[in-house]
């Protein structure tokens, strides 16, 4: 099971990361769990990047989930070059690398969309609560226009993790359905289409919810 998490900074990424790397592991999975490189990158410099860093950055953290132990049965990337790439276009203008950001995003069987419902944190690397709302637009836009899955996932502490393993589950079933199932989800993608391109995280909450009732 390969799965990728997204989304705008201080989202919790790198804590959901962490705890379904560890779930996982309770379970008796090999789990290759890649580290965030921006924020590695950050630390180590202790600035953000510029345009022309950019690109190297993406081409790390494609290296760092693949570059995985024989025997692995997991991988969980905290982060992926789409988020590079979604930022290179917001702060830069530069979208060139939407092209091989968007093709390694189709390795993965499966990609979470973190919920914009925890307070923002203040560090070096991020920008202010101000362009939390624009990058999960772009990241759910690029998503969408390649035909790639993924799941908004919102909750606090543990109840974020359990409501993120409803949603692999989800997502796992479709990977090989069966007729009786395509039929299901195309039906319920026609209901919920207007919801996933909705800002609003009240309304999403209801929405992811009312799903896994």
């Given at each position: 099971?390969?799965?990728?998490?997204?989304?705008?900074?201080?989202?919790?990424?790198?804590?959901?990361?962490?705890?379904?790397?560890?779930?996982?592991?309770?379970?008796?999975?090999?789990?290759?769990?890649?580290?965030?490189?921006?924020?590695?990158?950050?630390?180590?410099?202790?600035r953000?990047?510029q345009?022309?860093?950019?690109?190297?950055?993406?081409?790390?953290?494609?290296?760092?989930?693949?570059?995985?132990?024989?025997?692995?049965?997991?991988?969980?990337a905290?982060?992926?070059?789409?988020?590079?790439?979604?930022?290179?276009?917001?702060?830069?203008?530069?979208?060139?690398?939407?092209?091989?950001?968007?093709?390694?995003?189709?390795?993965?069987?499966?990609?979470?969309?973190?919920?914009?419902?925890?307070?923002?944190?203040?560090?070096?690397?991020?920008?202010?609560?101000?362009?939390?709302?624009?990058?999960?637009?772009?990241?759910?836009?690029?998503?969408?226009?390649?035909?790639?899955?993924?799941r908004?996932v919102?909750?606090?502490?543990?109840?974020?993790?359990?409501?993120?393993?409803?949603?692999?589950?989800?997502?796992?079933?479709?990977?090989?359905?069966?007729?009786?199932?395509?039929?299901?989800?195309?039906?319920?993608?026609?209901?919920?289409?207007?919801?996933?391109?909705?800002?609003?995280?009240?309304c999403?909450?209801?929405?992811?919810?009312?799903?896994?009732?």
């Amino acid at each position: 099971m390969k799965i990728a998490l997204l989304g705008a900074e201080s989202t919790g990424k790198t804590w959901l990361s962490q705890a379904l790397a560890a779930h996982y592991q309770t379970q008796g999975g090999h789990v290759h769990a890649a580290p965030e490189v921006l924020r590695l990158w950050c630390d180590a410099h202790q600035r953000t990047p510029q345009a022309h860093e950019q690109a190297a950055i993406a081409h790390d953290q494609a290296t760092a989930i693949m570059a995985s132990p024989p025997g692995t049965t997991h991988w969980v990337a905290d982060t992926s070059p789409l988020m590079t790439a979604v930022y290179s276009d917001l702060l830069f203008g530069d979208t060139s690398l939407y092209a091989m950001a968007l093709a390694h995003q189709s390795w993965y069987d499966l990609t979470l969309v973190t919920g914009l419902d925890l307070p923002w944190v203040a560090d070096v690397q991020r920008d202010g609560p101000h362009v939390r709302e624009p990058v999960t637009r772009a990241v759910r836009a690029a998503l969408d226009q390649a035909g790639l899955p993924y799941r908004v996932v919102y909750g606090r502490g543990e109840q974020r993790l359990h409501n993120a393993l409803i949603a692999i589950e989800s997502i796992a079933k479709n990977i090989h359905p069966t007729r009786g199932e395509q039929q299901k989800a195309l039906e319920n993608g026609r209901r919920a289409w207007r919801c996933e391109h909705c800002s609003d995280p009240d309304c999403e909450r209801r929405l992811f919810s009312a799903l896994i009732a």
